[in-house]
């Protein structure tokens, strides 16, 4: 790809994405005071498990096949007939066993939402697939548009279904369910996905290649959700539903900054495993990060500053105290999660899953250790503490391993040292100290210090593109790695050892 050309379908998509996003996320701020207003903290508990557990059980139940398609999609050697019926087979196999396993629960626990979850289960798992299918086809405008719709049709029947009809937690469950069903339409509608669906077309090989490439992501998905949920539940049994309640609607206010991540990852994805076979790829990569470093840094800052405003409107009655959990959330989900992110979309580009799960299996146990010790004796702080520093974990590890992968000269001292600013001025706000204004201030100021000449290139690139100029990257030694097709990379992840590293370039028509 041209190098004017891969910065500039690098900041279209980014731009795409950033439009569905921010609305997807205004539509949320708006459905969350409904929900902290209508639920007490026990049922608002109750109903985001529900939510939890179905979005957590799908990459499991489904062989988290929805990535294997994107990434494979994404490559574009492949027919997309062969792609899309091997995913549906797959999906529609864990809907089955998911009906099984639910029905089984109901029989037990007879309450109404329990077997509502199968359709909710069902809708998701095949939306999730059409809408990675067609991010990796780069259609990226339907893509977005489809979260707009799923978002902005769930704020009318929550309210329906919660405020007019009081259905309560099954009440939710339905407009879960409804949104998502409307955008599961949307993607039948616009796309036609029925044209690639041809189960005949289906290779015993390619789909053993798609699932062994996805399997790495189902424990890498559930050890990202023992990441970031496993305290909660740490906390209703040391503590009480009450308490897990409003640690989850603290939890909402750093979904500002996964906004501004998921707005770049999103494009970001894309970019990186096509540019994994440019031999400039390292300047490439090595540019980008530190651009979307020095954004994260003062994305960070800015909504520590604004949480106490924030939360005036987020967190209705009971759950407005809540809010001094958010500031070192915000900063374990910026600077611990954000980074990791980034560093885990070189191992998906470079068909390297599995390296993405060891980094976050080794956070998740660092959460788990540090939860169950520390919840009891101080509640909820003691979440915050096993969050963040499961987060550190993985970011520290995936970028140790990303050099296995890639070359880049990206100062990682900066890094450490914005990280520790933040937490401080993190800290002043969540205990409420005097001259929170101020302390937000002096780390603005050491941020424009310590990445000046970051942000003096970023500024440059931004007026660049501005004037239509190309972009340069700067100059940084070329990538000498060489890239494996998607079959081989696959099969030889499952029996090499780190020390077998041969790698080989063959088109996938040769390798079959």
Same mark, same amino acid.
């Given at each position: 790809?041209?190098?004017?050309?891969?910065?500039?379908?690098?900041?279209?998509?980014?731009?795409?994405?950033?439009?569905?996003?921010?609305?997807?996320?205004?539509?949320?701020?708006?459905?969350?005071?409904?929900?902290?207003?209508?639920?007490?903290?026990?049922?608002?508990?109750?109903?985001?498990?529900?939510?939890?557990?179905?979005?957590?059980?799908?990459?499991?139940?489904?062989?988290?096949?929805?990535?294997?398609?994107?990434?494979?999609?994404?490559?574009?050697?492949?027919?997309?007939?062969?792609?899309?019926?091997?995913?549906?087979?797959?999906?529609?196999?864990?809907?089955?066993?998911?009906?099984?396993?639910?029905?089984?629960?109901?029989?037990?626990?007879?309450?109404?939402?329990?077997?509502?979850?199968?359709?909710?289960?069902?809708?998701?798992?095949?939306?999730?697939?059409?809408?990675?299918?067609?991010?990796?086809?780069?259609?990226?405008?339907?893509?977005?548009?489809?979260?707009?719709?799923?978002? $902005?049709?769930?704020?009318?029947?929550?309210?329906?279904?919660?405020?007019?009809?009081?259905?309560?937690?099954?009440?939710?469950?339905?407009?879960?369910?409804?949104?998502?069903?409307?955008?599961?339409?949307?993607?039948?509608?616009?796309?036609?996905?029925?044209?690639?669906?041809?189960?005949?077309?289906?290779?015993?090989?390619?789909?053993?290649?798609?699932?062994?490439?996805?399997?790495?992501?189902?424990?890498?998905?559930?050890?990202?959700?023992?990441?970031?949920?496993?305290?909660?539940?740490?906390?209703?049994?040391?503590?009480?539903?009450?308490?897990?309640?409003?640690?989850?609607?603290?939890?909402?206010?750093?979904?500002?900054?996964?906004?501004?991540?998921?707005?770049?990852?999103?494009?970001?994805?894309?970019?990186?495993?096509?540019?994994?076979?440019?031999?400039?790829?390292?300047?490439?990569?090595?540019?980008?990060?530190?651009?979307?470093?020095?954004?994260?840094?003062?994305?960070?800052?800015?909504?520590?500053?604004?949480?106490?405003?924030?939360?005036?409107?987020?967190?209705?009655?009971?759950?407005?105290?809540?809010?001094?959990?958010?500031?070192?959330?915000?900063?374990?989900?910026?600077?611990?999660?954000?980074?990791?992110?980034?560093?885990?979309?070189?191992?998906?580009?470079?068909?390297?899953?599995?390296?993405?799960?060891?980094?976050?299996?080794?956070?998740?146990?660092?959460?788990?250790?540090?939860?169950?010790?520390?919840?009891?004796?101080?509640?909820?702080?003691?979440?915050?503490?096993?969050?963040?520093?499961?987060?550190?974990? $993985?970011?520290?590890?995936?970028?140790?391993?990303?050099?296995?992968?890639?070359?880049?000269?990206?100062?990682?001292?900066?890094?450490?040292?914005?990280?520790?600013?933040?937490?401080?001025?993190?800290?002043?706000?969540?205990?409420?100290?005097?001259?929170?204004?101020?302390?937000?201030?002096?780390?603005?100021?050491?941020?424009?210090?310590?990445?000046?000449?970051?942000?003096?290139?970023?500024?440059?690139?931004?007026?660049?593109?501005?004037?239509?100029?190309?972009?340069?990257?700067?100059?940084?030694?070329?990538?000498?790695?060489?890239?494996?097709?998607?079959?081989?990379?696959?099969?030889?992840?499952?029996?090499?050892?780190?020390?077998?590293?041969?790698?080989?370039?063959?088109?996938?028509?040769?390798?079959?």
């Amino acid at each position: 790809m041209a190098k004017a050309n891969k910065y500039k379908k690098l900041i279209s998509n980014s731009i795409i994405f950033a439009i569905g996003n921010l609305t997807v996320k205004v539509a949320q701020f708006f459905l969350l005071p409904i929900l902290t207003l209508y639920f007490s903290a026990n049922d608002y508990g109750v109903s985001t498990t529900l939510a939890d557990i179905v979005e957590t059980i799908t990459p499991l139940l489904t062989l988290g096949i929805a990535e294997g398609l994107f990434r494979f999609a994404v490559d574009g050697s492949h027919k997309n007939e062969e792609l899309l019926s091997s995913g549906i087979m797959v999906v529609a196999c864990g809907c089955a066993v998911f009906a099984v396993g639910d029905l089984i629960i109901y029989a037990m626990y007879p309450q109404s939402y329990i077997i509502w979850l199968i359709p909710l289960f069902i809708i998701r798992s095949f939306k999730k697939l059409l809408a990675e299918f067609i991010r990796g086809m780069g259609k990226t405008v339907i893509y977005s548009l489809s979260g707009i719709i799923e978002a $902005i049709t769930l704020i009318g029947p929550a309210a329906l279904f919660l405020l007019v009809l009081d259905m309560g937690i099954t009440g939710y469950v339905f407009a879960l369910m409804v949104s998502a069903f409307i955008a599961l339409i949307f993607f039948i509608l616009v796309c036609k996905p029925h044209k690639y669906v041809k189960f005949s077309a289906i290779k015993k090989k390619k789909l053993k290649a798609m699932i062994l490439y996805s399997l790495p992501s189902v424990p890498n998905m559930l050890s990202w959700w023992i990441v970031q949920l496993s305290a909660q539940y740490v906390i209703i049994w040391f503590v009480g539903m009450d308490e897990k309640g409003l640690f989850t609607a603290a939890s909402k206010i750093p979904a500002l900054i996964n906004v501004i991540s998921n707005i770049f990852l999103q494009a970001w994805s894309i970019s990186s495993a096509e540019e994994c076979e440019d031999e400039t790829r390292n300047k490439f990569y090595s540019q980008i990060y530190r651009y979307y470093r020095v954004i994260i840094s003062y994305a960070v800052c800015l909504v520590v500053v604004a949480t106490p405003f924030i939360s005036r409107f987020l967190l209705q009655d009971e759950f407005y105290n809540a809010w001094t959990y958010s500031p070192v959330l915000i900063v374990t989900v910026g600077m611990g999660g954000c980074i990791s992110a980034f560093f885990g979309a070189f191992f998906g580009a470079f068909y390297k899953p599995y390296l993405g799960t060891i980094t976050t299996l080794m956070g998740a146990v660092v959460n788990i250790v540090l939860s169950v010790s520390l919840v009891p004796f101080i509640g909820a702080y003691g979440a915050i503490i096993a969050n963040a520093s499961g987060y550190v974990v $993985i970011a520290v590890s995936r970028i140790l391993y990303s050099r296995k992968l890639v070359k880049l000269e990206i100062g990682h001292t900066k890094t450490a040292i914005s990280f520790v600013l933040l937490m401080l001025q993190a800290v002043v706000y969540m205990f409420n100290l005097k001259y929170k204004i101020i302390s937000g201030a002096v780390v603005f100021v050491l941020l424009a210090l310590l990445y000046f000449k970051d942000i003096k290139g970023l500024v440059k690139v931004m007026i660049s593109m501005l004037k239509g100029k190309k972009i340069k990257a700067q100059s940084l030694a070329p990538a000498q790695n060489t890239i494996e097709t998607p079959v081989q990379a696959v099969e030889e992840a499952c029996v090499q050892t780190a020390e077998e590293k041969t790698e080989t370039a063959e088109t996938l028509d040769k390798t079959e």
